[in-house]
DNA sequence: TAGCGTACTGAACATGCGTTCAGCCAGCGA
DNA sequence: TCGCTGGCTGAACGCATGTTCAGTACGCTA
């Protein structure tokens, strides 16, 4: 799974220019600019994968096994917050990947839906046992928490990318590297410090909503 | 500015109708639909705005116009998290609005990038207030802290909604509700509390990244 | 009433799209 | 050498889009 080179099957080389047509431009492009890219006619692509649609879901295929393959090697170092830091420092070979993720993200495609599911059931994992060791504190409803925690921490890094994308749409990873450290302080900061200095809002809402792991 | 009546100008309606059109189908929506919505020719709305990307300027200035003048008449319940309550609790008459701001979010419009600045324009604010009055814990980077904030509260709300749409697009103002509700108690808690119960992290972060408000 | 401008339309045009199809050409077994 | 299979192409089709244009209908001013 080292490298993308050129001796592929055709089709292999097809669906790995449309990954990146798709993480550059999303996926309004053409297929034939996906032709072009993979430096083959618009025919031989819907020869091989037969109609557009297809061809988006081969790549979201191909991406969801990538992703899977990509947490497996980096179990340890998984929490919610630093898989993101961790897809973001892979090889630059990576990175068409995470711009199809987040392209994915931003249109609601099956992807970005998976991924975040994904993220969601190992950050209950990590989460648990962060509680259980003390490291955390515990939630009055732990699923949740763990949905907000995960979708601020992706949509606030989503929605940077999309209001103030990269220039060259190429490094989606030092984008990306670049808004983890802009946000690196505040973040931590709210994770340890919180925000708010007196306990009466939440003490308001407990008594308005008192039945929360409905 | 009540009500989207039937007597108005023909320009006036047709501006609304894209307004409606684009929130819930998107940019991408063809200047035939928006026509057919307005119950008026293709060839009528290129005479009035000149062409397509013309009529997005002038929807995009119209909501621009009424954000602002929402934002006069709520200024006192419009802190960051609140205002966005404040859009979604408004009359339905307001959902396109609500809607075509998370479209222009959603694809880095002009709209949206001009909202999130004047977002976080008013958070620095409150915030600055909050903490004055001993309400918020103050920041070691105040504007960062700001961004981070907004980003993370408009990108969990853009990206929920953009995973899981709401299956009748009309009602986006009750989705927003529906998400507020969910994510209220975590929220709270995380802002009260914290998450984590050292300050090893945080420590360990100031040890390596010294000048945080360069 | 005549003239004129403006709102408005139907039909058409050019373009780009996804897709189809007849056929080319290299490789290979007989 | 023949014939055939399969990767592959160029040209075309049907369609939807944004836009243009000649022309109609209506309301105003003179």
């Keep these: ?3 993308a080179s050129e001796d592929l099957t055709t089709r292999a080389r097809i669906r790995d220019a449309a990954v990146l047509r798709f993480a550059r431009s999303g996926f309004g492009a053409s297929l034939r600019a996906v032709a072009a890219d993979a430096g083959v006619s618009p025919a031989l692509v819907v020869h ?3 109609s557009k649609e ?3 879901a081969a790549c979201d295929e191909h991406v969801l096994a990538w992703i899977r393959e990509a947490k497996r090697e980096n179990l340890a ?3 919610s917050g630093r898989l993101v830091e961790v897809l973001a420092s ?3 070979q990576f990175a068409p990947m995470v711009g199809y993720v987040l392209r994915s993200l931003q249109d609601g495609g099956a992807v970005g839906r998976a991924f975040v ?3 969601i059931a190992d950050a209950e994992q990590y989460t648990a046992e962060a509680v259980e060791q003390g490291l955390a504190r515990p939630s009055r409803d732990e699923k949740a928490r763990v949905r907000y925690l995960v979708l601020s921490a992706l949509g606030a890094l ?3 990318l999309t209001l103030d994308p990269p220039s060259d749409p190429q490094d989606v990873g030092a984008a990306v590297r670049r808004y983890l450290d802009q946000m690196a302080l505040a973040s931590i900061e709210l994770y340890t410090e919180g925000f708010l200095t007196t306990h009466r809002m939440l003490d308001d809402y407990l008594a308005y909503a008192p039945d929360p792991p409905g």
Excluded: V
Aim: aromatic content about 4%; charged content about 20%; overall charge neutral.
């Design 77 to 79: 170092a998984a929490t």
């Design 158 to 160: 989503l929605l940077s």
């Design 117 to 119: 599911e994904q993220m």
């Design 90 to 92: 892979a090889e630059a």
């Design 54 to 56: 297809r061809l988006h």
């Design 1 to 3: 799974m080292r490298s």
């Design 48 to 50: 091989h994968f037969g």
